[in-house]
């Protein structure tokens, strides 16, 4: 027999972009193309030592941000 416990879980439910406020719920289209970054400023980082830098941003924001240096490559196949 196993013996279980409830347990109180977060999940993300949606994401609303950084940039723009536009929102999407997990399972919209959209959602699936959002990019969350997560990263911690290492010894030299701007953003300073051991801080926490995080965003979400949408396509679209991601795309007029940084366009014209993304590489997008088709799949093969």
Same mark, same amino acid.
């Given at each position: 027999? +196993? +013996? =279980? @416990?409830? +347990?109180?879980? /977060? /999940? &993300?439910? *949606?994401? &609303?972009?950084? /940039? $723009? *406020?536009r929102e999407a719920e997990i399972g919209d289209m959209e959602a699936e193309e959002f990019i969350s970054i997560e990263r911690v400023g290492g010894y030299h980082? &701007?953003? *300073? !030592?051991?801080? @926490?830098?995080?965003? !979400? &941003? $949408?396509?679209? $924001? =991601? +795309?007029d941000i940084l366009g014209e240096w993304l590489r997008v490559t088709p799949c093969a196949g």
């Open positions: 027999m +196993k +013996k =279980l @416990q409830k +347990k109180m879980v /977060r /999940r &993300i439910s *949606g994401y &609303i972009c950084d /940039r $723009c *406020g980082s &701007i953003f *300073g !030592d051991g801080n @926490q830098i995080s965003t !979400d &941003i $949408c396509q679209h $924001c =991601l +795309k």
